[in-house]
Nanobody
Framework: QVQLAESGGGLVQAGGSLRLSCAVS????????MGWFRQAPGKEREFVAV????????MYADSVKGRFTISRDNANNMVYLRMNSLKPEETAVYYC????????????????????WGQGTQVAVSS
């Protein structure tokens, strides 16, 4: 059974930092690209960052470039999202997702292409 479990969300002041974690089980982690997505109330789920199965290729939404860092630990089946200089408009539920990759190429950024999802972790940024 595939399981993705996010943690690390919480309430933070604008300008603050958080580190989200996603623990993955039930799949061959090193063959899966991983992504972080977020969904604010009343809005569609949106791409934040993705990382290829080796970790060698990453992509970020323009709005988070230079502030967020995605990383992974294939030995421990973990993926992380370090978020710095958080803004109130980034208040959302943050989800991790997994997608099998046949090779180490840039992962897709559309949420609809990912089949395995966690339950999400709430991030609230106060002004």
């Amino acid at each position: 059974q595939v399981q993705l479990a996010e943690s690390g969300g919480g309430l933070v002041q604008a300008g603050g930092s958080l580190r989200l974690s996603c623990a993955v089980s039930g799949l061959a982690f090193s063959t899966y690209a991983m992504g972080w997505f977020r969904q604010a109330p009343g809005k569609e789920r949106e791409f934040v960052a993705v990382i290829s199965r080796s970790g060698g290729r990453t992509m970020y939404a323009d709005s988070v470039k230079g502030r967020f860092t995605i990383s992974r630990d294939n030995a421990n089946n973990m993926v992380y999202l370090r978020m710095n200089s958080l803004k109130p408009e980034e208040t959302a539920v943050y989800y991790c997702a997994a997608l099998y990759q046949s090779g180490d190429y840039y992962p897709p950024t559309r949420p609809s292409e990912y089949y395995n999802w966690g339950q999400g972790t709430q991030v609230a940024v106060s002004s």
